[in-house]
Structures are given as structure tokens and as C-alpha cells.
């Protein structure tokens, strides 16, 4: 059985409908978090998460 975990918005924290496994590789990803309605780009390596671009209105402050 390979890992998997759900992937946590990087904004609210909240879980997102994306779920990605150990082997999964993802570059320039847009993440949409349904709750807070904010998309994010990310890369997702060996389930590390590293996050590309926050929203503009988070940026801003």
C-alpha cells in the first residue's frame, strides 16, 4: 500500500479535495481550496509540498 495524504490548503489549512500518493509528482500545480476559495500554485514532491504563488490578496500584506 503506498502512502497517500490529503493535501492541506497553504492559506486556511484546511483539507482540499486532492489527495496525493508517495510516488506523486506535481510542478506548477493550481490547488483550489473550496472553503476559503483561494488558488495557489504548489509542487508536490515525495509528498513534500512546496508552495510557487500565494493568492494576491495575502500577498499584499
Excluded at 6 to 18: E, F, G, L, Q, S
Aim: glycine fraction near 0%; proline fraction near 7%; charged fraction near 30%.
Amino acid at each position: 500500500m503506498e502512502d497517500t495524504e490529503w493535501i492541506k490548503c497553504p492559506v486556511c489549512a484546511n483539507k482540499t479535495r486532492t489527495k496525493v500518493r508517495s510516488d506523486t509528482e506535481l510542478k506548477n500545480f493550481p490547488l483550489y481550496c473550496p472553503k476559503c476559495r483561494q488558488e495557489t500554485l504548489i509542487n508536490v514532491k515525495q509528498l513534500n509540498i512546496c508552495v510557487i504563488k500565494m493568492p494576491e490578496k495575502l500577498a499584499q500584506f
